[in-house]
C-alpha cells in the first residue's frame, strides 16, 4: 500500500467503526469544556466526568468561578491530581476572562495559550470541540497509533501533530483525532493490546512494530 491508501483506509476505517462521534469530555458550552479539558491533564476522561458536575454545580461560568477561592476549587477537583496547579490555573484563567475577553473563551490559539494551564493541546481541543475550527490534538492514544501506523516517526507530540495535519486532509481532523483516540482506547491500547483485534495496524502497520509484538508473544 501507499502512504496515501493508507491514509485513505484509516480514514474510512474509522469512520465505519465511529460514524457518530461521542465526544469523552462532559460539557455544555466552550467555558465548561475549557475546564474540563484542563482538569483531564494526566488524569482519565472518566474521573473527569465525575468531578465537573460537582464544580460546575457551583460554578460554570468565569462570573461565578472567581467568587469562589483557589482553596475552595482546589477541595472540588482533587481527585483528578495535580489540584494544586490546577486550582491556580481555573481561578486565574476565569479572571483574564472577564478581563480580557468579556467573560467568553477565545477562539485563537494565542489567546487560548496566554491562560495560566492552557497548553497547545487544551487549545486544540477547545478550537476543534468547542468552535469547529480544524485542529488536530496529540493525546498518548493518537501519538501511540500515528507510530504504530509509521506515519511518525514517534519522535514528540509536536512532531505528530505536523505529521498529522500533512497527511490528512483538515476536513477529516476535528472527526479523526476523536476517532482515533477511541480506536486507541478500544482496539490498539499501550498494554493488553491484541493484535488480531486491531484492523488497521494489521492491515497498515509499521513492520517493526509488528515483528516486535509477534516476538514478545513467542
Known sequence: MTKQEKVDFVIKTLKELYPTIPVPLDHKDPYTLLIAVLLSAQSTDVRVNQITPLLFAKADNPYDMVKLSVTDIREIIKPVGLSPMKSKGIHGLSQILIDKHQGKVPKTYEDLEALPAVG??????????????????VDTHIHR??????????????????????????????????????????YSPARGWDLDKDIITK????????????????
Open 145 to 186: 497509533l500515528m507510530y504504530r501506523w509509521g506515519f511518525t516517526n514517534g519522535k514528540n507530540v509536536v512532531q505528530t501533530e505536523k505529521d498529522a495535519k500533512r497527511l490528512f486532509p483538515e476536513a477529516h481532523w476535528n472527526d479523526l483525532h476523536l476517532q482515533i483516540i477511541w480506536y486507541g482506547r478500544e
Open 120 to 137: 497547545h493541546k487544551t487549545a486544540a481541543v477547545v478550537l476543534s470541540q468547542a468552535f469547529g475550527i480544524p485542529a488536530f490534538p
Open 203 to 218: 492491515t497498515i502497520g509499521r513492520k517493526s512494530v509488528i515483528k516486535a509484538y509477534y516476538a514478545k508473544k513467542k
